[in-house]
């Protein structure tokens, strides 16, 4: 057995490479109805005919000369590996767009297969290939494939060990060749041919220099870049347009041959909502429908009566008073009891708010947001919001990591990889950290909300937006930058497939129970130790003037701040259970709750920004949105207070 036998699985994004790749592997990776679900590479086994394969899933890309990170990271694989066959997963519905990277897979000359996807929705659409025809103009396996109903998946399998090198060959014009020709000459083997690099080097992709300089020698790269240069004075457009364009219209050729046409028998009702939900007028009323339908999920069932239930029933009345007994039976020392059962009890609060606060709110957000993800409405959205998002030098693809973040900042963060500019990456990252609450904290925010009124909702609501907004569009002016093009793929409505919305949300909520809770349990810890050393009121003290006089807050909210600081989520919990005991005037409750949605991001989400960003930006960032936290839940006060608002 070789350990080395690597399969890669390629494709343009959101065409099922990652649905695929689970089937093949056993291996749950993240599936999602827009693009850019996948960030990084994922690697799994499959066996076939008693040999081990190692399979890697990619992130989807439209070209093999990278526009964004996501991209690179699927062509630096490509330069990296030496794959035994490449997977590549082409969505029938968009057959030219696929062959344009068939092509520059059969150019670098690596064993393919290519799967068409995807063929229910192609049928619906009255779009029709001929596998047969297609195969022999390629010189290599094409297979037919619905990958969600396992169709093509064992045709795939066996065909994996026989794949062969296409046949297909794009020829560029005169000129081109030649300088193909002489660039090779310069050049040693590699994992992909001379002739694929050759034409990558002349289509000038800058994200190339960093492994030409690690495999060539600098004046084998000075050459190169001459013949390059000498190449493009002979023709008149930019080189990289003009190969570009003749592969497009070798792949537009054989879709020509391949494609038929028949009565579309598709139905109509999801392409409406599809539709609909992108207009500037519909698009509007079906938005709110979503929020209200989110929060009659969330913060009606999930924090109302989840919470209730957990809360009061489960912990209140069977878990908390049976803990607080044995452990007055069994533990001798009383500081330990009372680590575990007292006021900032390990048990008593950690545990408590973490499942039965916390768990019921994230999980039914879970849920909501995976539906959400699977059924294609969120690039809709990221559509819609295109224009305010303008103002904030990002374009309506940033929506998406932002809507993401309402899930998982963390997660999100990663996410920004599918913008195209640092600036732009650099400004989502600053945004998320400071105005988007996640999954967890946003599940507190609406239960604390829906038991006070609408009009809290509406101006926490609006408070937060106002901040998105205003800090946004400062921060596109003083991050330098240019703006890019709006582009983004739109996929078909589909109906949310139940058992990728459970093995999604199981995944999600044992993420939560793995790291978020222990983390929960070392604040609560963290607030027990300060508590016993008296410096929990040292600290209070010391936090008075901003807790106390800016923000109008009882001295106890510092607690939940502190927690605030593991994870955000813990302090909104801690103000919920402040506002459960009535510690919190309704006022209070709202200025605390913008305060702590602005808060800093959480340790998770930080060390993310360090790895993405690097540090130096993750503290600029956490310096720049502390202080505006309090100030802007310190101004939100003030307002309130000064105008006599009520809820
Ligand atoms: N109707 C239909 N839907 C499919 C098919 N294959 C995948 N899907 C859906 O297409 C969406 C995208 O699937 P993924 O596996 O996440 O796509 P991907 O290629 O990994 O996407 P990126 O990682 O974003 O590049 C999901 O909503 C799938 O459920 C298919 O054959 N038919
Ligand atoms: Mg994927």
Redesign the pocket.
Known sequence: MRADDKIILV????????????LLTNKY???????????EVSYGDMTVDNKRYLIV?????NSLVPMSEDEKVTRDIFLQEAPFAVVQ?ADTKNLKRSLLITLQIAEMELPTILVL?????ARDRGIIVDINHLKTLLGAEVIS?????R?GLKEIKSAIPHAVKPCIKVRYEDVIEEYIEKISLLLSQVSISKRALSIMILSGDESLKKWLLINLKAEVIKEMEALRDECQSKVKEPLSLLINKQRLDAAGDIADKVLKKIPAEGGKLLPFIGRISMHPLWGIPLLLLVLYGLYQFVGVLGAGTLVNFFEKIIFGRYINPMAVKVVELMIPLDIIKEMLAGEYGLITVALTYAIAIILPITATFFIAFAIL??S?YLPRLAIMSNRIFNLMGLNGKAVLPMVLGLGCGTMAVMTSRILETKKERLIITFLLALAVPCSAQLGVILGMLGALSLKAALVWAGTILVTLLFSGYLASKVIKGEKTEFFLEI??I?MP?IT?IMVKTLGRIEWYLKEAVPLFILGTFILFVLHKLNLLRVLETIASPIVVNLLGLPEKTTESFILGFLRRDYGAAGLFAMAEKGLLTPVQSVVSLVTITLFIPCLANFFMIVKERGMKTALGIVAVVFPFAFLGGGLLNWILRAFNVTF
């Open positions: 494709g343009n994004p959101n065409v099922g490479k990652s649905v695929i790749f689970g990776a993240a599936v999602s109805n827009y693009p850019g679900t996948t960030v899933d990619t992130p989807g890309v997963v996807n995807m063929e229910d929705e494939a619905i990958a969600p109903q169709k993800e699977d294609g996929p078909p589909r497939n990728n």
